[in-house]
């Protein structure tokens, strides 16, 4: 099953990282390795060095005012709100950086569209983002982390950034000192002990050039010469009693090196026939492997044709929804003002009902009307006194002229009456 796995090539691979995609029925699933998990921080350290070659702590940071992100920042979820509008804003950026014209996105904007708008910028670069809108909402994880470093790459592409060979310095090499096993007969060895106990003892001093010497004497002589020997037996006696110890621990070596170099020989025929015959059996097993991923490749091809036709249609069927969403979003957006403004028409129109319906002003307009008219009687009543008192002062004032008179005008007595 893992060969047909592997044979199966979904477009969730990206940059050789296989994606799960899910469980359920008509999904398949491709096995993640056991570094897969951490790839992500790969590429977020990768995506902070590609960040410092776009100078974007000078560029983008301080004129932001932000704070660096860490080396892990998308890599971990922190806080999803301030993750996510760092995503945002560092992606339009890095957008523009790489020459198209993208505007900055704001707190307050809807996020749908704002990751719609960031992955049809991505798509127009010839990058593949298959994989749904939501994954980028947290602000983190490895989707956030591709989409970031890809913009990065075209950014750095545009600008004509190319990675050299690295310069490595010349270092000098220093002597290493290996440390020497007291149970490993080295040549070395041998020659370091031959001299100390040569300088220990100055009177069995051997002269190297007179052997050199000699040796040269007795290979050029001839055979005839050499029949006959000319050594002193005494000094060679001398001589094979003072080498004698060497030759014995020497001897004794020699042997331990011939007891080992069997032992070695022995071992390794028994191991040499349990590799051979493990190297048959893996060989066997992955003849056997090829052949049975040939099988299932085939018996898969139609399979496989009819899923990525399958991917395919569900790409364009994406695309559509994102577009599709967007018109939603704004129409959502025009459909709340005229809720509102419905809303105002109604409390409105209550109010006016209310004051339809109420009686009190009709009860306050009948009070104040009979007011009006009590006060209308006690004005024409005061007006009534007012025309007496006019009256009375005018018949007054009538009277007393009219006595006035009578009393200036003095009548004369009449004749005949005296």
């Known amino acids: 099953m893992t060969a047909a796995l592997a044979a199966v090539t979904t477009s969730g691979l990206e940059d050789g990282v296989p994606r799960s995609r899910g469980e359920g029925a008509g999904e398949v699933v491709v096995e993640r390795g056991p570094g897969a998990a951490y790839h992500m921080f790969v590429v977020m350290e990768d995506l902070v060095e590609k960040l410092k070659l776009l100078r974007f ?3 983008f940071l301080r004129k932001s005012n932000l704070k660096a992100p860490s ?10 709100g301030e993750q996510f509008y760092m995503f945002s804003t560092l992606a339009a950026w890095l957008i523009n950086k790489a020459g198209h014209p993208f505007e900055q996105p704001q707190e307050y904007d809807d996020p749908n569209a ?24 947290s602000g983190c994880g490895e989707h956030v982390c591709y989409v970031l470093d890809c913009l990065a790459e075209e950014a750095l592409k545009y600008i004509g950034f190319t990675w050299k060979r690295p310069v490595y310095p010349v270092e000098e090499l220093e002597e290493e000192s290996v440390a020497e096993d007291d149970a490993e007969l080295t040549l070395n060895k ?18 190297l050039n007179v052997l050199k010497a000699q040796t040269y004497h007795l290979v050029n002589c001839k055979q005839e010469d050499i029949l006959e020997s000319t050594t002193d037996a005494a000094e060679w006696s ?57 099988y299932i490749n ?29 018109g939603v979003t704004e129409r959502t957006r025009l459909l709340s003002e005229v809720m509102e403004e419905l809303e105002k028409v109604k409390q409105e129109m209550e109010e006016k009902g209310s004051s339809m319906t109420d009686g009190a002003p009709l009860v306050k307009i009948k009070q104040s009307l009979t007011k009006l008219k ?26 007393n002229m009219t006595r006035d008179m009578h009393a200036t005008v003095i009548p004369e007595p009449a004749a005949g009456f005296y």
């Open 114 to 137: 704002t990751i719609s708008n960031i992955l049809s910028e991505l798509r127009s670069f010839g990058r593949t983002a298959d994989f749904p809108p939501s994954k980028l909402k």
């Open 298 to 326: 085939n018996q898969l091809e139609n399979l496989v044709q009819e899923y990525r036709a399958a991917q395919a249609q569900l790409s364009e069927a994406k695309e559509r929804y994102q577009q599709g969403n967007g």
């Open 238 to 294: 001398l001589e094979v009693e003072r080498v004698l110890p060497q030759l014995k621990d020497w001897r004794i070596h020699v042997d331990q090196m011939h007891q080992h170099k069997s032992g070695i020989e022995s071992a390794l025929k028994e191991t040499k026939g349990f590799l051979d015959k493990l190297h048959n059996e893996i060989t066997r097993t992955l003849e056997k492997i090829g052949s049975r991923e040939k």
């Open 374 to 399: 009590q006060e209308t009687v006690d004005m024409d009543i005061r007006i009534g006194i007012v025309e007496y008192t006019l009256l009375q002062s005018k018949l007054k004032e009538k009277s």
């Open 57 to 59: 702590e000078e560029e």
């Open 71 to 80: 080396r892990h920042y998308f890599a971990l979820p922190t806080n999803p």
């Open 190 to 207: 041998v020659d370091e002990e031959f001299v100390e106990e040569e300088t220990d003892n100055e009177e069995n001093f051997i002269d």
